[in-house]
């Protein structure tokens, strides 16, 4: 059954130059570097805190940052500075912190904030994109853009505007487990702060891993140790089978994954010897999707990229992460190195749609390259590049897909 809307007249909010639809860490970092060049920008965030996955998510560590200088550089210095940085291998931080960070760069780079806004629909006239419709307590308005980025992390807007996409490995269609992440307290003094998973080789001890995989279906889960001391996050549950890109799915995982933080409560009580009398300290807002749309660009990230390490003539970062595959159907992850590889400003520009780019998860490779790309260090990168990008090309006059060298 189908119910034809109404026609009616849509005020238009504001023209803006560069406007970014997401404010995680791509979303972050294409804001602030194209409000730094000189444009106007507009930032629309369906959440009410900027960070994402960061903050939203409560996602420790900041993976592929350490090896990063412009913003990656300049968060790990100002966290260290506040004492909120540290934990796990030194790149965890706390999630307040970095909250009130990002408030603190945005409002100090004049950019127009949205929260709790929705970018629901691009505004498409003969592949062109001119802006969106946002939806937010104020009802339905459009922005208007020179330039509209991407930063969803699901590529709602590319996919919407016409730009080709692919789900899944190659190979078989299938997509990673979501994780909902979830913050401890009472973690036990001295517990090593780079001590992942010993809890749970003596947790498997005392119950069979067959039960806990049962209810928990993955074996490698990990503590992550943060800077204030008592305190870590914890990877653990996976939910298997569910798309991002599907309200319904969507909510059904998020429901799941917080049974399964239960469960892990409960078997926390079995190894208290070694954890301590943790509890729950924390919950995130959003589950954390690792992957959904991957939106086709001008080049394609290949696998023999990142085996072979191939650096790009117009690489926008490097990623030395490895690629870290959770396996859809099994209870493991899937992990190996490569010598890094660079990420070209072409896989920023989707094919078929104009004045568009996309910066995080959701741009142009393969399955395996995804799988090292999606970390939040490279994600901020990439943002950065867009955002100067979209305020080159409005200063210029020109398209962003005419900058490809």
Not at 137 to 150: F, M, N, W, Y
Not at 203 to 217: F, G, V
Not at 279 to 304: H, K, N
Request: hydrophobic share 40%; proline share 4%.
């Amino acid at each position: 059954m189908n119910i034809v809307r109404k026609a009616c007249e849509i005020p238009v909010r504001n023209r803006t130059e560069v406007l970014v639809v997401g404010a995680g860490p791509a979303g972050f970092g294409a804001a602030v570097s194209a409000a730094r060049a000189g444009a106007k920008v507009t930032l629309v965030e369906q959440g009410g805190l900027l960070g994402g996955m960061w903050t939203l998510g409560l996602l420790s560590p900041f993976f592929d940052n350490q090896n990063k200088d412009g913003l990656n550089r300049e968060l790990r210095e100002a966290l260290r500075a506040r004492d909120a940085w540290g934990g796990l291998w030194d790149i965890s931080f706390d999630q307040c912190e970095m909250a009130l960070l990002l408030d603190e760069y945005v409002s100090k780079c004049g950019i127009d904030l949205l929260l709790y806004t929705m970018g629901s629909e691009p505004i498409v006239e003969d592949s062109v994109l001119k802006g969106i419709y946002i939806q937010n307590k104020s009802g339905t308005q459009a922005v208007l853009a020179d330039v509209v980025i991407d930063c969803t992390g699901d590529g709602d807007i590319a996919a919407r505007s016409g730009a080709p996409f692919e789900i899944g490995r190659e190979s078989d269609g299938v997509f990673q487990p979501m994780t909902m992440m979830f913050k401890i307290g009472g973690l036990r003094p001295g517990y090593g702060r780079d001590d992942l998973r010993s809890w749970y080789d003596v947790l498997i001890q005392k119950l069979p891993e067959a039960e806990i995989l049962a209810d928990i279906p993955y074996n490698n889960p990990a503590l992550i140790t943060l800077p204030r001391k008592g305190e870590a996050l914890i990877q653990w549950t996976h939910v298997k089978r569910s798309l991002g890109t599907v309200a319904d799915e969507l909510t059904a995982a998020t429901l799941e994954g917080r049974r399964q933080v239960r469960r892990a409560l409960e078997c926390f009580k079995l190894v208290k010897e070694q954890l301590g009398d943790v509890y729950l300290l924390d919950l995130p807002s959003m589950i954390g999707v690792r992957e959904t749309r991957r939106i086709t660009g001008e080049y394609v990230i290949s696998d023999d990229d990142v085996k072979s390490g191939r650096k790009q003539p117009d690489a926008v970062c490097r990623v030395q992460f490895g690629v870290d595959i959770h396996e859809p159907e099994k209870p493991e992850q899937n992990c190996w190195q490569h010598p890094g590889f660079d990420i070209p400003y072409r896989s920023l520009v989707p094919l078929k749609v104009e004045n568009l780019l996309t910066a995080g998860r959701c741009i142009s490779g393969s399955f395996a390259a995804h799988a090292a790309y999606r970390v939040t260090g490279d994600c901020l990168a990439m943002g950065e590049a867009a955002g100067r990008a979209a305020a080159r090309a409005v200063r210029r006059k020109c398209s962003v897909r005419s900058l490809i060298g």
